[in-house]
T-cell receptor, first 111, second 115 residues
Framework: DAGITQSPRYKITETGRQVTLMCHQT?????MFWYRQDLGHGLRLIYY???????DKGEVPDGYVVSRSKTENFPLTLESATRSQTSVYFC??????????FGSGTRLTVV | AQTVTQSQPEMSVQEAETVTLSCTYDTSESDYYLFWYKQPPSRQMILVIRQEAYKQQNATENRFSVNFQKAAKSFSLKISDSQLGDAAMYFCAYRINQGAQKLVFGQGTRLTINP
């Protein structure tokens, strides 16, 4: 039962570069979410998806792009990375009224 | 918009003692869930306990219990007989029971256990 796999676990990138964080679930949960975790802010929702090809903005979507062509994958792309996007990124999924499952997170550093 | 506030950035407790972490939230909804998540240094998000708003009885999971005060919009977590493995970041979260049922998190409380 692998659950949610995020890759990479750590990433260092330069300002202005495009970077994609991957998220893969082994089930077929309808809902998937991307959060960023920053000290003093907890986790904040970036984007979420209700199903394949259905995505919507969360609280802090600026500078990010998502896609969901397949139910099991929900990649997050930073189109032109900025230092303010240095953070820990979590992917999560939810099925109906059951609980959430979180990935192990990706620590992204933008230099 | 719903908000969740954890006013204690850091807490510490002696091993085997009891500690209470505070959480307040703001919502106009009546049907929702509240959660406490634990995040150890491994970064994994671990569900500790959850409470359904329509249930008056406070949830309990072994050494973890909550004090849910719906009218006051308060949801504190009590950890009894604290153990070294309880050291972690704790997040309070809220979820409305409609639509995407997104989780809204508080800022987190870092709990240190002193041996």
């Amino acid at each position: 039962d692998a659950g949610i796999t995020q890759s990479p676990r750590y990433k260092i990138t330069e300002t202005g570069r495009q970077v994609t964080l991957m998220c893969h679930q082994t089930w077929s949960h309808s809902y998937m979410f991307w959060y960023r975790q920053d000290l003093g802010h907890g986790l904040r929702l970036i984007y979420y998806s209700a199903a394949a090809d259905i995505t919507d903005k969360g609280e802090v979507p600026d500078g990010y792009v998502v896609s969901r062509s397949k139910t099991e994958n929900f990649p997050l792309t930073l189109e032109s990375a900025t230092r303010s996007q240095t953070s820990v990124y979590f992917c999560a999924s939810r099925w109906q009224n059951y609980g959430y499952t979180f990935g192990s997170g990706t620590r992204l550093t933008v230099v | 918009a719903q908000t969740v506030t954890q006013s204690q950035p850091e807490m510490s407790v002696q091993e085997a003692e009891t500690v209470t972490l505070s959480c307040t939230y703001d919502t106009s909804e009546s049907d929702y869930y509240l959660f406490w998540y634990k995040q150890p240094p491994s970064r994994q998000m671990i569900l500790v306990i959850r409470q359904e708003a329509y249930k008056q009885q406070n949830a309990t999971e072994n050494r973890f219990s909550v004090n849910f005060q719906k009218a006051a919009k308060s949801f504190s977590l009590k950890i009894s007989d604290s153990q070294l493995g309880d050291a972690a970041m704790y997040f309070c979260a809220y979820r409305i029971n409609q639509g995407a049922q997104k989780l809204v998190f508080g800022q987190g409380t870092r709990l240190t256990i002193n041996p």
